[in-house]
């Protein structure tokens, strides 16, 4: 592989945009040790600008310490384990799982968007279910939204939005007096949901959900030619047990299924007062992560 320079303003970097019009400018110069993973990497250094750089320049894990755990990390945080127990399986600091949550969930993320395209252009979904998960930050005063849309024939995760809500009920009240006003994201949430599932989603599709009394106005705001199918439905419990209701048959079955799967493989939303949600971009990292895995390992080997 020609390798190019990595000064964006030198010439020969410029120059691999114009074919191979200029060459060889770049040449190897030695080597280094690398010791996270015990290798010798190349080095190189272009002639043009001096410019020295190597290998792991180009490398997506460049930078990173313990590099040999990204994979295995990446299964482990979507099979339920915590960030802490991670830590301690890989010997590692928490600091450096925490960091490794952030880039493997942006990672996971832009994966995802691009096995979408490719998986559902051309080909576009005709039925899907959607709902808000519920869960919290830190405290049950805080409440998080978590819109959510899933394709029905395959238990395939589409997208998902976090978005913050005011308490309900019983604890609308202390919420106030204790954080004062919270706003309610979620209509932002349901806004950008159908606007990112949109470009691969029938114009005639049959979308489900509860009787959210919230939900018609953007599905029609969205997919106006759409299906809209609202199922009466128990409202379960807060923690999710009621996603897999007591009735014989379950319209929104593939959602509440995926639902309660979200719940028993990110270990946060596990319980309500342990290891919960601190930050809303950790969160949201911990989803992708899981999204990633559930669409290209989890649901497949169901099949
Ligand atoms: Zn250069």
Request: net charge positive.
């Amino acid at each position: 592989m020609k390798r190019y320079c990595i000064n964006f303003d030198c010439s020969e970097h410029q120059s691999r945009h114009l074919g191979s019009a200029v060459s060889g400018r770049v040449s190897k110069k030695g080597t280094f040790y690398r010791l996270c993973d015990r290798r010798y990497i190349q080095r190189f250094k272009c002639l043009v600008c001096k410019i020295q750089f190597s290998k792991a320049t180009f490398d997506p894990d460049y930078r990173q310490h313990r590099r040999d755990i990204n994979q295995r990390l990446f299964v482990f945080l979507g099979s339920g384990i915590t960030q802490r127990r991670a830590a301690i399986l890989f010997q590692t600091d928490r600091m450096t799982i925490s960091r490794k949550l952030r880039i493997l969930g942006v990672r996971s993320k832009v994966d995802h968007f691009e096995w979408l395209e490719e998986t559902y252009q051309g080909k576009p979904i005709k039925r899907v279910q959607f709902d808000d998960l519920e869960t919290s930050e830190h405290t049950k005063c805080k409440p998080i939204s978590v819109p959510l849309a899933v394709r029905k024939d395959g238990r395939e995760i589409l997208d998902f939005q976090v978005k913050r809500m005011p308490a309900k009920g019983t604890l609308a009240k202390i919420a106030r007096q204790k954080y004062g006003k919270r706003k309610d994201e979620r209509p932002e949430g349901w806004d950008q949901l159908f606007k990112n599932l949109k470009p691969f989603l029938h114009p005639k599709a049959v979308i489900e959900s509860d009787e959210n009394p919230h939900y018609p106005k953007y599905v029609k705001r969205h997919l106006p030619n759409a299906n809209h199918i609202r199922h009466k439905g128990a409202r379960g419990a807060s923690v999710g047990q009621g996603e897999l209701k007591r009735q014989k048959f379950d319209p929104l079955f593939s959602l509440n299924h995926t639902c309660a799967m979200l719940r028993a493989n990110i270990s946060r939303l596990f319980r309500k007062t342990w290891n919960t949600t601190k930050k809303l971009e950790n969160l949201e990292a911990h989803l992708w992560i899981y999204v990633r895995y559930h669409n290209t390992v989890l649901i497949k080997s169901d099949l």
